[in-house]
Nanobody, 120 residues
């Protein structure tokens, strides 16, 4: 099972920026089995939703609500995924979770979550 450790997050003003990072660790077999790395978020009273994800080949998928504002990147050599969040809005306030999908059986691993609060 892949272990995920997130960093970043915190408090930002509307229109501001934050950057989230996530590092994956585990056995060499677990690391090489990673197919997709990405970020989800869950706001109070709402379901967890996809923010953005990226495959090993660099294909991305993102929520319409963050297109043009949030940008996902990966460093495959370091097994990390980052989320640059610009033009933040109060509705971006949520707990953000790093996510990894691995193997042919699509095993899913989650980080512990990091709080992002957008408020003036």
């Amino acid at each position: 099972q892949v272990q995920l450790v997130e960093s970043g997050g915190g408090l930002a003003q509307p229109g501001g920026s934050l950057r989230l990072s996530c590092a994956a660790s585990g056995s060499i077999f677990d690391i090489f089995a990673i197919n997709v790395m990405g970020w989800y978020r869950q706001a109070p009273g709402k379901e967890r939703e996809l923010v953005a994800s990226m495959t090993n080949s660099g294909s991305t998928n993102s929520a319409d609500s963050v297109k043009g504002r949030f940008f996902i990147s990966r460093d495959n050599a370091k097994h990390t995924v980052s989320l640059q969040m610009n033009s933040l809005k109060p509705e971006d306030t949520a707990i953000y979770y790093c996510n990894v999908v691995s193997g042919n059986d699509k095993r899913t691993s989650w980080g512990q979550g990091t709080q992002v609060t957008v408020s003036s």
